[in-house]
């Protein structure tokens, strides 16, 4: 079975450098790597990962992640960039927002986030307004 996906498929330009932050693991700051990334543990900080990101079912992540491509099982609070896809596992619980030209949700996921797909996406707009604040008393 393939690192990254069910199917074994796999990409050559995916294949050639793994990072890995394992679970139990605490790392904050800044990170970038040319290749791949998977974290299991937690991180808050900016990500640079010009390959594919994957976040584990174990990982808590906040920040800022840009990617070539994002697989999200874990909890990710922030923004996300992504050059190609945003793939949200079942287990996946995301608050914040996502840039990406495609994205792909499963069934199960819990999702409080602003979204942006298509070749535009990648374009931040001017003025955002704020997300609504549930908790806030009119």
Request: aromatic share 6%.
């Amino acid at each position: 079975m393939s690192f990254w996906r069910k199917n074994s498929s796999s990409n050559g330009a995916y294949e050639k450098a793994l990072s890995l932050l394992g679970e139990g693991s605490e790392t904050r700051g800044e990170f970038h790597t040319p290749g791949n990334l998977r974290i299991e543990g937690t991180y808050h900080g900016n990500l640079r990962v010009e390959g594919r990101l994957v976040l584990a079912p174990s990982a808590e992540v906040t920040g800022t992640i840009h990617a070539g491509q994002v697989h999200v099982a874990g909890h990710f609070t922030g923004e996300i960039i992504a050059d190609d896809i945003v793939e949200i596992a079942p287990t996946a619980c995301i608050q914040g927002e996502i840039r990406a030209r495609h994205l792909e949700c499963q069934k199960g996921a819990k999702l409080e986030v602003r979204c942006w797909t298509g070749e535009e996406a990648l374009r931040k707009p001017e003025s955002v307004p704020p997300l609504p604040n549930k908790n806030r008393r009119s």
